[in-house]
């Protein structure tokens, strides 16, 4: 698990996507939680969510929208799992914080 914060002027939005692969009963799958301003331990009701991709489908690619903010936390979780006969890789699994 990977966790930070991310203070800027107006934030927006979360993209979560990745570039992984798998063969057979692999999966791969990347899921951050986030915290709006605020950290992720204690987060308010109602400030919380999150946002995530998967290789097999159904989503390589993943946005959520919120009202502006000035911070960001975030927890990234990090799953790779060959299952009973296949393999799978992620080659990058990163965060985009977009202002407008």
Do not use: R, W
């Not at 919380?48 to 097999?56: A, E, K, L, M, R």
């Amino acid at each position: 698990m990977v966790t930070f914060t991310v203070n800027s002027g107006t934030i927006t939005d979360l993209h979560l996507f990745f570039n992984g692969s798998f063969t057979g009963t692999g999966s791969a799958s990347v899921v951050e939680s986030y915290c709006l301003n605020h950290v992720l331990a204690g987060c308010p009701a109602g400030s919380s969510g999150s946002i995530s991709v998967t290789n097999p489908p159904p989503s390589f690619n993943a946005v959520v929208f919120f009202a502006p903010v000035t911070s960001v936390s975030v927890s990234k979780d990090i799953h790779v799992d060959s299952g009973t006969n296949g393999t799978a890789s992620i080659f990058a699994g990163h965060q985009h914080v977009l202002q407008p």
